[in-house]
């Protein structure tokens, strides 16, 4: 008595009202698990793996979907050919199979090609390089020449790499289609395996006799000059695209690009996140206490910024829209972060300390230094302290 198949459902683990996706998505998990190359000698793994595609052959196929839905597995009973007697046709295992294995179009040629053309239209390849700006002129763009060696047509042979009076000829191994193919029995049947020319590259064609100059290759390598528009606002790392002045494109293919990758210089005052700029500004102990007028540097230049009287060090203030524009839109700009900071001079002239000192005794000894704190206190006896150093208390 045969074995009673399980729904197919069931066996890929999806619901009845899976989409494409789902259904796909289920196989390739089941075929990468089970698949006999992966599981040599497994034959309960070759097994489910059969099972699995039988599944999917089904449910990937919108008629025999319909017919399976309706009828179940009597629609497809007496069925010939394919594995297990089975009929694969119409299911496309390509693709899941290409990315799974590397394999082809298989089942005798049905299903994907596991490429284009290599001979098709190409797009070149980008060249890369870098330039280096100061601070202010990423803030506010700039041009830049830049040198590169670039490839271009080869006027000897006008870009087809044959020697003058020659012309190169179709790869007679391809037929000039780029593209070869190899076959190979798998366990679904016959694999087809499509692969660059060896003996063209890809490229369709033959050059017997190369042309001197460029070796064959179309080309010549050669120095130019660019003028670079570095944008305004562009940050450290970023680069400039350049279209077109790449590399050369294969098949008729466009020209890649060129990608200018941006270096911006160190700031000695200004720092930079993102949009805004950062900066610390110095002020003395009595513009702090009275307030006064200072100066600030910013990207734009100095501006005049009036201190409140009593402003304390690290106070933080905003100056909006001197940061930096946006790629975007030039027009709108981050703002400038600025810490203030009290300075104290390192160095005093005589007549300057008696004035500090007099200034602290009117303040009412702000500093509260170890003389004020311990003036009229009587000194104990040294006791050793937690660190096991003695220290002198006072009552």
Not at 20 to 40: E, G, Q, T, W
Not at 117 to 129: D, E, I, Q, V, Y
């Amino acid at each position: 008595m045969a074995e009673q198949k399980r729904d197919y459902y069931e066996v890929l683990g999806v619901d009845k009202n899976a989409d494409d996706a789902a259904i796909k998505k289920a196989y390739r998990v089941l075929a990468k698990k089970y698949h006999p190359d992966v599981n040599p000698g497994d034959q309960e793994a070759e097994k489910k793996f059969k099972e699995a595609s039988e599944a999917y052959a089904v449910l990937s196929d919108p008629e025999k979907k319909r017919q399976y839905d309706q009828f179940g597995h009597s629609a497809f009973e007496g069925g010939a050919g394919g594995a297990g007697g089975f009929d694969f046709s119409g299911a496309d295992f390509s693709d899941i199979f290409s990315d799974l294995f590397g394999f082809g179009d298989i089942f005798g040629g049905r299903g994907r090609s596991a490429g284009r053309a290599n001979n098709g239209p190409m797009k070149g390849a980008n060249l890369r390089t870098s330039v280096q700006i100061t601070f202010e002129e990423a803030v506010f763009g700039c041009e830049k020449e830049i040198e590169l060696t670039v490839k271009e047509t080869c006027k000897t042979c006008n870009g087809n790499g044959a020697k003058p009076g020659t012309q190169p000829e179709t790869c007679s191994k391809c037929g000039g289609k780029g593209q070869v193919v190899f076959t190979q029995q798998s366990f679904f049947g016959t694999v087809r395996n499509v692969q660059a020319c060896p003996d063209c590259q890809g490229s369709g064609k033959i050059i017997k006799e190369k042309c001197s100059d460029c070796r064959g290759t179309g080309y010549i390598p050669m120095r130019k000059r660019y003028s670079v528009d570095i944008p305004a606002g562009i940050d450290n790392g970023q680069s400039k695209r350049m279209p077109g002045l790449g590399e050369p494109g294969t098949g008729g293919g466009p020209r890649g690009d060129v990608l200018v990758e941006v270096i911006v210089g160190r700031h000695p005052i200004f720092q930079r996140n993102e949009l805004n700029i950062y900066s610390t500004v110095p002020m003395s102990f009595a513009v702090a206490a009275l307030g006064g007028e200072i100066f600030i540097d910013t990207v734009d230049g100095k501006v005049i910024y009036d201190v409140k009287a009593g402003t304390q060090t690290e106070t933080k203030v905003r100056l909006k829209g001197k940061g930096v524009p946006s790629l975007r839109n030039k027009d709108v700009r981050g703002d400038h972060y600025v810490t203030l900071v009290v300075q104290v001079p390192d160095k005093l002239s005589n007549e300057a300390k008696d004035l500090l000192k007099q200034f602290d005794a009117l303040t009412g000894d702000t500093l509260n230094t170890v003389k004020n704190a311990t003036e009229g206190k009587k000194d104990e006896e040294p006791k050793e302290g937690k660190d096991g150093k003695k220290k002198k208390f006072w009552k």
